[in-house]
């Protein structure tokens, strides 16, 4: 019997059963899902003294820095700050934007001065007032309300630090990004949308335990913006995970 599919995503799953032609055509397909799994790399990246990466977190590295944008997912408590620290330590980009829940700003911040191997400016805004400063290494840490305008008199305005936000990024990371679910609300469109910060930077790591909380439709957001040829079209994606 045969069966035709233009998914190599679906003919993975049958390839006990297939030949070497088409073992071939899909070993790209499989080599990426491996390493998108993997728990150890000889990848060397920068640390400060007295510091190490343990290996899964060296092989979440080894995998976000060939790639433009990257959702890591590994469970909660596994080290994903250290790991996005790593991927600055090995990038070396100047301007970095850190968005993450209020609660975790302080730790993110402490979490910076510990591993970080080159002197970076970190700033982080007390108040909506406040505007970016200039500098060629600069880190700031930022949490997702204050991506979004303020209501003053009934109306809707956008404070002096959004207004700063608009600038290119080297690097932007968004912790707990499965806070960007709903693609309709401010948030995610701050980030996600047309003119987000995702689009003023030249590199994303999204990072989350809990991608997906209740509902597989709850990814599709994240996952149609990281990579759109394959999740961009919500009705496929409905249709294939949703069922």
């Given at each position: 019997r045969r069966h035709w599919t233009t998914r190599i995503e679906d003919a993975t799953r049958l390839r006990s059963h297939c030949n070497d032609i088409a073992l071939k055509i899909m070993r790209d397909h499989l080599y990426k899902l491996e390493k998108s799994r993997a728990v150890d790399s000889n990848i060397v990246v920068p640390v400060p003294p007295g510091l190490e990466y343990l290996p899964y977190q060296k092989a979440g590295i080894s995998y976000a820095v060939?790639?433009?944008?990257?959702?890591?997912?590994?469970?909660?408590?596994?080290?994903?700050?250290?790991?996005?620290?790593?991927?600055?330590?090995?990038t070396k980009p100047g301007t970095v934007l850190v968005v993450a829940p209020a609660t975790l700003a302080f730790n993110w911040k402490l979490e910076a001065e510990k591993w970080l191997v080159d002197p970076y400016e970190i700033f982080v805004p007390s108040t909506g007032a406040e505007i970016i400063p200039q500098g060629e290494k600069l880190l700031v840490i930022t949490n997702y309300e204050k991506l979004v305008g303020r209501m003053k008199n009934g109306e809707e305005y956008e404070t002096d630090f959004a207004k700063s936000l608009k600038r290119t990024w080297d690097v932007a990371i968004f912790d707990e990004c499965h806070a960007l679910k709903n693609p309709q609300s401010k948030r995610s469109q701050a980030v996600l949308g047309e003119f987000g910060l995702?689009?003023?930077?030249?590199?994303?790591?999204?990072?989350?335990?809990?991608?997906?909380?209740?509902?597989?439709?709850?990814?599709?957001?994240?996952?149609?913006?990281i990579c759109p040829a394959k999740f961009g079209d919500w009705w496929a994606f409905a249709r294939r995970y949703c069922g």
């Amino acid at each position: 019997r045969r069966h035709w599919t233009t998914r190599i995503e679906d003919a993975t799953r049958l390839r006990s059963h297939c030949n070497d032609i088409a073992l071939k055509i899909m070993r790209d397909h499989l080599y990426k899902l491996e390493k998108s799994r993997a728990v150890d790399s000889n990848i060397v990246v920068p640390v400060p003294p007295g510091l190490e990466y343990l290996p899964y977190q060296k092989a979440g590295i080894s995998y976000a820095v060939q790639r433009k944008d990257t959702l890591i997912g590994d469970e909660a408590g596994l080290g994903k700050t250290v790991e996005a620290l790593g991927f600055i330590n090995l990038t070396k980009p100047g301007t970095v934007l850190v968005v993450a829940p209020a609660t975790l700003a302080f730790n993110w911040k402490l979490e910076a001065e510990k591993w970080l191997v080159d002197p970076y400016e970190i700033f982080v805004p007390s108040t909506g007032a406040e505007i970016i400063p200039q500098g060629e290494k600069l880190l700031v840490i930022t949490n997702y309300e204050k991506l979004v305008g303020r209501m003053k008199n009934g109306e809707e305005y956008e404070t002096d630090f959004a207004k700063s936000l608009k600038r290119t990024w080297d690097v932007a990371i968004f912790d707990e990004c499965h806070a960007l679910k709903n693609p309709q609300s401010k948030r995610s469109q701050a980030v996600l949308g047309e003119f987000g910060l995702m689009r003023r930077s030249h590199r994303t790591l999204f990072l989350s335990g809990t991608p997906i909380e209740n509902y597989p439709k709850e990814i599709w957001t994240l996952a149609a913006t990281i990579c759109p040829a394959k999740f961009g079209d919500w009705w496929a994606f409905a249709r294939r995970y949703c069922g």
